[in-house]
């Protein structure tokens, strides 16, 4: 199984992103997935999750900001950011919840004020 994250940058607070995982190995439409995020110092937190069947779940600090969807066709997960804040700034992780817990590498996302 392999999860490759990209999509992360320098982005002028305001601005967007869109993160992929694209999978490997690992079928997307029968797993439950998610995006984690790690900034300096603080614990991975979960910013947002889907389910095999679309069921989406977000933290609070993202909840109309942030959309997680999944393109079965390309076996790839998406994590669309807008709006972003300084605060945003981590490393983004995406991982295979279900079957059995899988992390891709991250992708840094740096936001400036």
């Known amino acids: 199984v392999q999860l490759q994250a990209s999509g992360g940058g320098l982005v002028q607070a305001g601005g967007s992103l869109r993160l992929s995982c694209a999978a490997s190995g690992s079928l997307i439409s029968v797993n439950n997935m998610a995006w984690y995020r790690q900034a300096p110092g603080k614990h991975r937190e979960l910013v947002a999750r889907i389910t095999s069947v679309g069921v989406t779940t977000y933290a609070d600090s993202v909840k109309g900001r942030f959309t997680i969807s999944r393109d079965n066709a390309k076996n790839t997960v998406y994590l669309q950011m807008n709006n972003l804040k300084p605060e945003d700034t981590a490393v983004y992780y995406c991982?295979?919840?279900?079957?059995?817990?899988?992390w891709g590498q991250g992708t840094q996302v740096t936001v400036s004020s």
């Open positions: 991982k295979r919840v279900t079957p059995s817990p899988f």
